[in-house]
């Protein structure tokens, strides 16, 4: 069975930093494009950032260009997403997904498999 674990979240003040992480478990994620995405409450799902198959390849929302950072270690099975300079904005559950060989896209119909979540706020 494909899953995704999510991990990492947190509170965390304005300004500070947090590291969330997406394990895989039944499947390699050496074939998979990885996409984080964002829910606020009250708010629709957004693309965050994603990477490409082998890291070379990544793309952010420029409402985290310069703060957030996608990586992924093939040999762990495991995404990360590094995040400073965290703002009250950046408030929400953050989802990791996973696309069989796609290209780095933010749309969320684009990716197949999606981990369960996990919640990062932002409040002093």
């Known amino acids: 069975q494909l899953q995704l674990v999510e991990s990492g979240g947190g509170l965390v003040q304005p300004g500070g930093s947090l590291r969330v992480s997406c394990a895989a478990a039944?499947?390699?994620?050496?074939?998979?494009?990885i996409g984080w995405f964002r829910q606020a409450p009250g708010k629709e799902r957004e693309g965050v950032s994603c990477?490409?198959?082998?890291?070379?390849?990544?793309r952010y929302a420029d409402s985290v260009k310069g703060r957030f950072t996608i990586s992924r270690d093939n040999a762990k099975n495991t995404a990360y997403l590094q995040m400073n300079s965290l703002k009250p904005e950046d408030t929400a559950v953050y989802y990791c997904?996973?696309?069989?060989?796609?290209?780095?896209?933010?749309?969320?119909?684009?990716?197949?498999?999606w981990g369960q979540g996990t919640q990062v706020t932002v409040s002093s």
């Open positions: 997904a996973a696309r069989l060989f796609g290209l780095c896209g933010l749309e969320d119909n684009e990716y197949n498999y």
């Open positions: 039944g499947f390699s994620l050496n074939t998979y494009t």
């Open positions: 990477i490409s198959l082998t890291g070379a390849r990544t």
